[in-house]
């Protein structure tokens, strides 16, 4: 019998994690877009000869489980008929992918006349065509109105271009420069893993290579397993909502039972709402990632270091009922599925803090708030049109139940950056006239969770198209064990001189002057607020980022805001009459 060297294995998982951040960073280095190369809303991995997952960049854990089964489409497509130079190419949620901008390319890598791995690298396109600039509407309702969908396909063949599928490609979008660009630098990442790749299989050897990946694999199930271990069993049960699809319908319930027996791990998504009209919906296979991210995020948590490969996948067990919103039938659209995507984490996320409620923190902050502002200059011939994608700007971390959440640090699923403002503002009509912190939005609790944050744009051309997508109007970020949830969204749009209350879903057309601010929720809160530090207030108040009255009406503490001093006699009052008041 052998002996696993787990030296051996960590080197060869850090050598093939190293090959998708050096796709990773090919892609920054070489794209166009700002989505892409400021935003870094793509993912880059590399899949064994069989299509198992086996190292995935420093990118979004929501394309975690995407690779495989759009490979797998791919390779249906094309039994026994994929060559050395071959290109892949998908784009189809009904066919493993996640919504029409993003586009997977695979390239499989030969070494000795036989297939030893593919590489992947997608990412998500400025435009795809469709009704909608930017192909993000959550007002379509269903995916042909979307843009281009491209079913499982050969964008090369046996190193030669696809001439024709180029051309349609670059004449279905409305930014071919940024598009096909784009397009190339995952085509020179694909590259650069296939070159690094052939180095590693050449220091093996195929079939020593293999095994080593076999061997990862299965090390992968044993660290998971053995982390599932240590967890109580039972079961535990988490419902979050969406407010609604746009189109009048929710709220929508995601509830998440999760059962823990011994070392397997059950999802069961049943109870969940219908699927929408609106473009909200995720597909199986996003979903999916987004119970082995929550079950990564959890497991790390308790301090497990697990690789990202496959293996981990092989304990959970899911049921995700077709036509749920988690799981939507065709022809449901699904462009602004990442709202879906966020909301199915959280859910999963408060399931696991019921389980483990000193290690899991309380809700995320944001709205899933995401704005495509596009148009044309017209005063170019002929009009030159412009898109704008901003995603990524709510951050806040969830109070923990030993310490405050952050504000404005990204956290859980999405892993994306902002785009600098000033990037924003050389390239495009627009102005970005607040981009701040927003006092007294936190969750209140012992442990508070991060504030909200606010951004204004002020629009410079006539016929300014804006689609708006997001959320927590109503069912805003959740507290746990007493925390309180965070504020609410607000949408405020200004036409002309009138200013006007917006919903947090739309589609509308802005004019030369107008403006619109967006001020999304901060994180929940963790305890009691009245057991929370009067020093700890003091700071926030002395930073601005509670007022005097927000800690003295929700955290009985009574600050003297001209000396900066807390009067103990009288929070001690007003605590005792609150906990009195509450009984």
Not at 62 to 74: I, V
Not at 183 to 211: M, N, P
Not at 462 to 474: G, H, K
Request: charged fraction near 20%; charge should be negative; hydrophobic fraction near 35%.
């Amino acid at each position: 019998m052998n002996v696993r060297d787990p030296i051996r294995l960590e080197i060869l998982k850090n050598a093939l994690e190293g090959i998708a951040d050096g796709m990773a960073l090919t892609i920054v280095r070489t794209s166009r877009s700002t989505i892409v190369r400021s935003c870094l809303d793509f993912s880059t991995g590399v899949l064994d000869r069989n299509g198992e997952l086996v190292g995935q960049g420093a990118c979004l854990p929501m394309h975690l489980g995407g690779m495989m089964p759009a490979l797998q489409s791919c390779l249906s497509r094309y039994p026994g008929d994929v060559h050395p130079g071959d290109i892949l190419v998908s784009n189809d949620p009904y066919e493993g992918g996640s919504h029409l901008p993003d586009i997977f390319l695979y390239k499989p890598v030969f070494v000795g006349g036989v297939i030893t791995g593919y590489m992947c690298a997608m990412a998500h396109h400025t435009d795809i065509g469709g009704r909608v600039a930017g192909g993000n509407a959550c007002d379509s309702t269903e995916i042909y109105q979307e843009g281009l969908r491209i079913p499982p396909l050969k964008l090369y063949r046996e190193g030669v271009p696809d001439e024709s599928l180029f051309r349609i490609l670059e004449k279905a979008v409305r930014l071919p420069e940024k598009v096909m660009g784009d397009l190339k630098a995952q085509i020179t990442a694909l590259d650069y893993g296939e070159t690094a790749w052939v180095k590693l299989v050449e220091r093996y050897g195929v079939e020593g290579f293999s095994s080593a990946i076999e061997e990862l694999l299965d090390y992968t199930e044993e660290l998971t397993r053995q982390s599932l271990l240590t967890l109580p069993n039972g079961t535990w049960t988490f419902t979050d909502y969406i407010d609604d699809d746009g189109f009048g319908m929710g709220p929508i319930p995601i509830v998440t039972t999760l059962t823990k027996e011994g070392d397997n791990l059950h999802a069961d998504f049943t109870g969940t709402g219908p699927q929408a009209k609106g473009a909200i919906n995720p597909v199986k296979a996003t979903s999916e990632a987004m119970v082995y991210a929550a079950l990564k995020t959890a497991l790390t948590a308790l301090g497990a270091e697990i690789p990202n490969t496959s293996g981990y996948f092989r304990p959970v067990s899911m049921k995700m009922p077709a036509g749920t919103f988690i799981n939507a039938n065709p022809p449901a659209p699904v462009a602004a599925r990442s709202m879906g995507c966020i909301r199915l984490f959280q859910s999963i996320m408060g399931a696991f803090a019921q389980m483990l409620p000193q290690a899991i923190p309380a809700c995320s902050g944001g709205c899933e708030y995401g704005s495509g502002i596009s148009g044309y200059d017209k005063s170019k011939t002929p009009w030159k049109p412009w898109i704008q994608m901003d995603f990524a700007n709510e951050t806040a971390i969830g109070a923990f139940a030993y310490k405050d959440g952050t504000d404005a640090q990204g956290c859980y699923n999405t892993n994306l950056a902002n785009i600098p403002v000033e990037e924003i503002e050389a390239e495009q009509p627009l102005l970005v006239e607040e981009y701040a912190l927003v006092a007294d939005t936190e969750g209140a609790g012992m442990y508070r969770g991060g504030l909200g944050m606010s951004r204004k744009y002020r629009y410079l051309l006539d016929e300014t198209l804006v689609q708006m997508r997001a959320d927590r109007e109503e069912h805003t970020p959740y507290g746990l064990f007493g925390g309180e949830d965070s504020a609410p969204t607000e949408i405020h749009a200004q036409y002309g001189k009138e200013v006007k209350t917006m919903p947090t879903k739309f589609l509308s057309t802005f004019d030369a002057g107008d403006a619109l601010r967006i001020q999304w929720p901060g994180a929940g809160g963790w305890g009691n607020p009245l057991e929370r530090s009067p020093e700890l207030l003091l700071d926030d108040v002395i930073a601005e980022k509670i007022t005097v009255e927000r800690a003295r009406s929700v955290y009985g503490v009574v600050i003297d805001n001209v000396a900066r001093t807390i009067d103990y006699k009288q929070t001690q009052l007003l605590r005792q009459e609150k906990q009195a008041s509450a009984k």
